[in-house]
């Protein structure tokens, strides 16, 4: 009998072997192996760093951004032991040695990272740190100023989410027995995110309010998984190659880029830089644009002959009326190749080849009232801002101090390589 032991003994190792994957530790420790996201996980936490990489984290491990595999957190994370309940990037510009550090909570502590650098004096007790706020957490998520009435918190326990004013350290507890019980939390691009299970649901940080189809699957939106949508195989864009058809910065400081049928916000860059189809923000636009301005808490996005206007708030609405021919509404005949308006000025700079013509938008109706020519031809694009005026051509963009020096130029300046600090490329 005693062979048929041994034999049962060695069958019972090498099914334990097989069935459960080990990997070694840089230390040389063993853990679990690490999951795959996109075979379906529960976020433990997701936050953001203050270089606008997001962490995903599960168990012992946690992603660096959307795609990539798992690594052990504490390659990251050092200090930590064992996974975490929550997760948030700290949003208080009051306190620069506070702001953007990186809050991680387990069980009854909190962790306070810059840098991937643990704070001295952390961990602490939660209630050191956020008074009023309960242990063991489910979720965290940042909420600004603007977004909620004042610099916030929201922390997740079940059904119930705590509200902490970072400056008044007062907590004001809501039950919203109508979101699922979020096991992460995620702010990105303005939107507020309960996940759970697999999947998302998008939610109004005020009032928890749910709108539009959810659940949603995560594998979807927020990581590059094979046969999912949004995005796939899609690899980086090499700044070479580059090419723009219009940019602007509408009067609420978001700077768009247009590149064929997709845009980019590029002011949110702490949040990563991402490219979504023109019709998502702009959904009667199809197949790109020749230029954009801004003007007046409005956005004025030109087609061929064809100009619509959109009321410039949290959502874009095009304005009752419109489309309407450039002619119409601009005083201009022909194609428009770039098009932009400086800030707190009513004139709209139109380039069309080598000539830029000044329309004053204060004027009813519209009309041409200067024209300049320029040392430049085929541009693509044009930006103004507080600091000057770019104008793109390809991958590099010429940059001027202000239209008056470019309306009075003979020479056109150097040009200087569009980089990855100004829309995401890769270098």
Not at 21 to 43: L, Q
Not at 172 to 188: D, G, V, Y
Not at 235 to 242: G, I
Not at 355 to 378: G, K, Y
């Amino acid at each position: 009998m005693e062979p048929v032991i041994t034999r049962t003994l060695i069958l019972l190792v090498l099914v334990t072997i097989s069935t459960t994957a080990i990997v070694c530790n840089p230390d040389g420790g063993t853990s679990p192996a690490a999951p795959d996201r996109c075979a379906g996980v529960e976020f433990d936490a997701i936050t953001p760093n203050e270089k606008g990489n997001t962490f995903f984290f599960k168990g012992n491990h946690v992603w660096n951004g959307f795609t990539g595999p798992a690594q052990l957190s504490s390659l990251h994370f050092k200090e930590l032991n064992g996974p975490i309940n929550a997760a948030f990037r700290m949003h208080n510009t009051e306190n620069p040695d506070d702001h953007d550090h990186i809050y991680l909570f387990q069980d009854d502590k909190v962790y306070s990272y810059f840098n991937q650098t643990l704070e001295e004096g952390y961990p602490k007790q939660i209630q050191e740190d956020f008074p009023g706020v309960p242990t063991h957490l489910d979720a965290a998520v940042e909420c600004p100023k603007g977004e909620c009435m004042a610099d916030s918190v929201l922390f997740f326990k079940g059904q119930d989410v705590h509200v902490y004013d970072i400056a008044t350290k007062a907590v004001k507890t809501k039950t919203w027995s109508h979101l699922p019980s979020c096991t992460s939390a995620f702010r990105w691009l303005e939107h507020y995110y309960c996940f759970h299970g697999q999947n998302f649901t998008r939610f109004h940080p005020v009032s928890g309010e749910v709108t539009g189809a959810y659940p949603k699957d995560a594998r979807h939106y927020f990581m590059t998984c094979p046969n999912f949508g949004h995005g796939g195989d899609r690899k980086p864009l090499k700044c070479s190659d580059v090419k723009l058809n219009a940019a602007t910065t509408d009067d609420g400081g978001r700077t768009y880029f247009f590149a064929g049928p997709i845009y980019m916000r590029v002011d949110t860059h702490r949040d990563g830089f991402h490219a979504f189809p023109i019709t998502r923000a702009w959904r009667e636009v199809n197949d790109g644009v020749d230029a954009v301005f801004s003007y007046d808490s409005k956005i004025y996005l030109i087609k061929g002959d064809q100009v619509y206007i959109y009321k410039a708030d949290a959502h874009f609405t095009l304005i009752e009326g419109y489309p309407k021919t450039v002619k119409e509404e601009l005083g201009i005949e022909g194609t428009v190749d770039a098009a932009f308006v400086c800030p707190n000025e009513n004139i709209a700079h139109i380039i069309q080849g080598k000539i830029m013509r000044d329309v004053d938008l204060t004027a009813t109706p519209r009309v041409i009232s200067q024209n300049f020519p320029l040392p430049l031809s085929d541009i693509d694009a044009g930006l103004c801002g507080d600091d000057g005026i770019r104008l793109f051509k390809g991958s590099q963009f010429y940059y001027y101090e202000s239209p008056r020096i470019l309306a009075m130029g003979r020479i056109a300046p150097v040009a200087s390589d569009i980089t990855s600090a100004l829309m995401g490329c890769e270098d």
